[in-house]
């Protein structure tokens, strides 16, 4: 007795198997793309405004890990920190514990800038923090305009001058930030598959891919597949069907 067969030997192609990549878990850090974006915005203060060529305002840009507090004390403990600078510091991270909105949080975002102006009390640079603030400001709304990690909030709320400074001008400026931390996957021994789900998709919708000749599959049908089934049995309609 002869029987058919559909089934087609696969022959593995070595160059396609060279081409198998990895997936890997890429999770993004919303703290460091902040921080990244700031410093982005932060470089584009230049010495003169007039002038986009000009070196950055700020000579160091970092996290802040305590150098303002060592800066602004009685003793300055900070000797190869270069002038003007700029710490940044997430307080108050807190994340939202709705089901719907898992890696979302809200945070403050503390810019920190230190001016070398030693004459400080001098009538001609006493108010020039207040537009070197203004100009931090504008350039990290300006850089929202193409810096993702901004995009999701970044208002500010705060803008204060410390009394102790150890003859520095020592400011800091708040910003609420709205962060979401998120997951994306790269190949890591990635197999290529071809997926119908009968009765809704079969081989015959794709010939070319039914590499194993299994053509139509005739089960399950769109009954067992939607699986509706009445709730409550009405033997008067049973009886109908019969008679009919």
Known sequence: MLKEKNTQPQVENKEEIKRIVTEEAVSENPFI??????????????????NPLSPPFFKTVEIDSGQFERIIRDEN?????AFPAIFIHFINVRYLVQQQRLGE?????????????LNNRD?????????????????????????????????LTYFDMPRTVN????????YEVWFRESTAWKYRNWVERYLV???????????GHDTGG????PKP?????????????NPEADGEEEGV
Not at 221 to 233: H, I, K, L, M, N
């Open 105 to 117: 949080g809200r945070a403050t975002m503390r810019i920190r800038f230190i001016l070398n102006n």
């Open 221 to 233: 049908d769109y009954e067992e597949a939607t699986g509706f089934r009445p709730s409550v049995e």
């Open 197 to 207: 789900m009968p009765p809704f998709t079969d081989h015959t919708d794709a010939p």
């Open 167 to 174: 003859m520095l001008q020592a400011y800091w400026i708040d």
């Open 33 to 50: 793309n902040m921080y990244d974006a700031v410093r982005r915005a932060i470089d584009t203060v230049k010495e003169d405004e007039d």
């Open 123 to 155: 009538s001609t640079v006493e108010c020039a923090p207040f537009s070197v603030f203004q100009r931090i400001n504008v350039a990290i709304q300006d850089a929202k305009n193409h810096e993702p990690a901004l995009n999701e909030r970044c208002n």
């Open 77 to 81: 403990l900070e000797y190869e920190v």
């Open 214 to 217: 299994h053509k139509v599959h």
